[in-house]
């Protein structure tokens, strides 16, 4: 019959030997603390970084580049970070540093990108895109950045055109969708803008800010009551969102219901911290 170890320091020594014969080291010892590396702390960051918890993302991340400073991914993701609290020249930096390191990663270029479109440094980021689409001319994400640099420069067809070769590459992209949208409606085309945010909306139907954009778009075209529900579908995604109790309110006196327009107005400002 078969000895079985009899203590749990027993069962320690069978697999501290177990542990050499297959790796040829010495076991961990238990009694010590295991040691984070460099993929540990990125992916904490990164999860940090997700809920919102920039300053702690940043100190992950900063862990990480002291064990590994050439890690492209933990310089992309401080970026990241830095731009979401609106450090945008620290965030460029950390493009520029990742960029030095990996050439090879199309989201470092689109990234860089996009912190020159917050700058407001639009010609050099539509200069920016060019260059990165002869090098990755089928990255949606670059396209869809050089549509929205285009829009910034209220050159809403081009733009238009860039959105539309980004749908080729991800006809699901949501985002896209409701830039294109937004584009047509800039040129006042609001029945072709509408019928963006709905095939957005038919993708993520639980995004409040397409109901919104498709009930400014129904407005313009003066159809208040369709407007209306679109504006309560968008309230009972995100009932505290201030914008649109404002746009109910102007719906509703729009509809002869000033009154009822009156308490939206009051509810927008109670929500809105006004």
Avoid at 82 to 110: F, P
Avoid at 113 to 135: D, M, V
Wanted: aromatic residues 8%; hydrophobic residues 40%; glycine residues 10%.
């Amino acid at each position: 019959m078969e000895k079985r170890p009899a203590t749990f320091g027993e069962v320690r020594e069978a697999l501290g030997t177990a542990y050499h014969a297959i790796s040829g080291k010495a076991a961990p010892d238990p009694s010590q603390p295991l040691s984070i590396g460099k993929i540990e702390w990125l992916e904490k960051g990164t999860a940090l970084l997700v809920l919102g918890h920039n300053h702690e993302a940043i100190t992950c991340f900063d862990q990480g580049l002291r064990i590994d400073p050439r890690e492209s991914n933990l310089w992309k993701n401080k970026g990241g970070a830095l731009l979401a609290m609106g450090r945008y020249q620290e965030a460029l930096a950390c493009a520029e540093k990742g960029l030095e390191i990996n050439l090879q990663d199309s989201a470092l270029w689109t990234f860089r990108g996009a912190i020159l479109q917050r700058l407001g440094h639009y010609q050099e980021a539509l200069g920016w895109y060019e260059q990165c689409l002869t090098i990755f001319p089928l990255e949606s994400g670059l396209w869809t950045g050089k549509g929205m640099t285009l829009a910034a420069l209220r050159r809403y067809r081009e733009a238009i055109v860039c959105y539309d070769r980004s749908l080729k590459i991800v006809p699901h992209g949501t985002h896209i969708w409701h830039y294109k949208g937004n584009a047509l409606c800039e040129l006042g085309c609001y029945q072709e803008g509408i019928e963006c945010y709905d095939r957005a909306i038919e993708i993520a139907p639980r995004e409040s800010l397409l109901w919104k954009s498709k009930s400014v778009a129904l407005v313009a075209l003066k159809r208040h009551q369709e407007a209306l529900v679109c504006i309560e579908r968008g309230l009972d995604i995100a009932p505290q969102d201030s914008d649109l109790w404002t746009c109910k309110g102007f719906v509703l006196s729009a509809l002869g219901r000033a009154r009822e327009g009156q308490v939206c107005f009051r509810r927008a400002r109670q929500v809105g911290g006004r």
